[in-house]
């Protein structure tokens, strides 16, 4: 029954998202288990195999990809797992090939400065921003990837981690703000 939903529910995202914006793509044998809300008039692309979901007990299971401008682009890799993953993208995200990533928020904007006049943040470009996740990451549930980041392939953020520096491939990164705590072995 699970897996006649999804494929209702991923139907419907398809025909909604899809077939009416042309800047909006869903690979083969997407899985849709919980919601989708996608806004803004950028561009999102997502591959083939990937599961949509929320986490369990939690009341929101909405994953959100947010195109801040018309220019914003979110690419996410084939067999990617996003559940209640919140993306706000101003200028490009990139996410690669067998993520995990568990309700977490991925930004690669400020949105507005720190005045009290909340006006837009200038000097923002897209080579500074952009925000690059590798291929068999893992990004644990509570935890923010901020822009500029690059995760390098294989690494694993531990719930709850702030990601404000880019992290090398194979290791375990902990904490407020990310700190790399260990390595992964490398010998498999």
Wanted: proline fraction near 2%; include cysteine; charged fraction near 25%.
């Amino acid at each position: 029954m699970k897996e006649l939903l999804s494929k209702i529910k991923s139907t419907y995202y398809r025909i909604r998202y899809c077939a009416l914006n042309r800047k909006i793509y869903f690979g083969r044998n997407l899985k849709i288990y919980g919601r989708l809300e996608i806004k803004g008039k950028g561009s999102v692309r997502i591959g083939d195999n990937c599961s949509i979901t929320g986490m369990q007990g939690e009341r929101d299971e909405t994953v959100t990809l947010y195109t801040h401008s018309k220019h914003a682009v979110i690419v996410i890799g084939t067999n990617a797992m996003l559940c209640g993953t919140k993306i706000g993208c101003m200028h490009e995200i990139e996410i690669g090939n067998d993520v995990l990533i568990e309700e977490a928020s991925i930004l690669d904007t400020d949105f507005h400065s720190v005045e009290r006049d909340r006006s837009s943040v200038l000097n923002e470009k897209r080579d500074h921003c952009k925000v690059r996740i590798g291929n068999g990451v893992a990004i644990g549930a509570k935890s923010i990837v901020m822009k500029g980041v690059i995760i390098g392939e294989n690494a694993m953020v531990g719930p709850g981690s702030i990601v404000c520096r880019s992290l090398p491939p194979g290791c375990i990164a902990l904490g407020n703000p990310a700190k790399i705590i260990s390595k992964l072995n490398s010998s498999s």
